[in-house]
């Protein structure tokens, strides 16, 4: 537990702080003050803010070191600046190209890339996934990436016709008899 006096001093110094921020503020931060060169004022209130490609350095508007393949963000944190579709950012100094293998294609976010209908991921390829007879491909990235045709079951990795008993009928049920 802390002592007492320890926490009125933490409270002093953070109504203190609070104090400052009002008493002094931050002219360049916040975007008041004359305008620097590339600079624009505010679409909203009053104030400037950088142009696309700048960013905020005390009270002038310095230009952003952007990467090839890489585009202005306007934000003024990070980096200002985000890589391309395709595109991945290396400490924050490159944008390099997304590796994508062999029958796989890149994410519409562009980040990520997923393999062709007919392969499945394993590790960083694209292997293509064995039909048995009597089955077809399935969405599932999990399991085999196939499941049997109506009227037939998985045994052994292959499809092989259910035995229906006389006066019997397949159901729709993926549980309990057929």
């Known amino acids: ?44 209130g009053g104030g400037w803010v950088c142009d696309l490609g700048f960013r905020v350095a005390g009270a002038e508007c310095l ?35 997304i590796p994508v293998p062999a029958n796989a294609f890149l994410r519409s976010s562009g980040y990520d890339w997923q393999c062709e209908r007919g392969f499945r991921q394993e590790r960083e390829a694209c292997v293509p996934i064995v039909l048995p007879e009597r089955a077809h491909l399935t969405e599932d990235s999990s399991g085999t990436g196939w499941t049997c045709d109506r009227g037939y079951a998985v045994v052994a990795g292959t499809c092989m016709p259910i035995a229906l008993p006389a006066n019997a009928y397949l159901t729709n049920a993926s549980y309990g008899a057929a």
Do not use: K
């Not at 002093?12 to 008041?32: K, M, N």
């Not at 990467?67 to 924050?92: F, I, K, L, N």
């Open 1 to 44: 537990m802390r002592h007492p006096l320890t926490r009125l001093i933490a409270r002093t110094a953070g109504i203190a702080g609070v104090i400052a921020s009002f008493a002094f503020p931050v002219l360049a931060q916040d975007g008041t003050g004359p305008m620097p060169q590339n600079a624009q004022a505010r679409s909203y």
């Open 63 to 97: 230009v952003l070191e952007i990467p090839e393949h890489a585009q202005p963000t306007g934000r003024s944190y990070g980096t200002g600046w985000e890589c391309d579709r395709g595109y991945e950012e290396v400490s924050g100094m490159s944008c390099n190209p």
